[in-house]
């Protein structure tokens, strides 16, 4: 219904956010996701992943993985 709109909130958030988004999303469209990105403050990291995000750690971990880890480490410090 567009009544919770995470684009209405994201700005106000100060911690750091890990985007994750399959281009070809049937639920979420892929330029929705961008259009998140680009409203959210830093520090933010955005992925394309060919599958799900729990597909992208389970199955593609070593490719995604340590992006975020170290996503993780410079912005938790």
């Known amino acids: 219904s567009?009544?919770?709109s995470p684009s209405d909130h994201i700005g106000s958030?100060?911690?750091p956010k890990f985007f994750l988004h399959v281009p070809?999303?049937?639920i979420v469209p892929y330029a929705?996701?961008?259009l998140l990105y680009?409203?959210?403050p830093g520090p933010k990291?955005?992925?394309d992943v060919p599958a799900g995000?729990?597909?992208?750690?389970?199955y593609f971990r070593k490719t995604y993985g340590p992006p975020l880890?170290?996503?993780l480490d410079g912005a938790l410090k």
């Open 69 to 71: 880890l170290q996503f």
């Open 2 to 4: 567009g009544r919770h």
């Open 24 to 26: 070809g999303d049937p």
């Open 53 to 58: 995000h729990i597909e992208a750690f389970a």
């Open 32 to 34: 929705q996701g961008r």
């Open 38 to 40: 680009e409203a959210a």
């Open 13 to 15: 958030l100060d911690c």
């Open 45 to 47: 990291e955005f992925r």
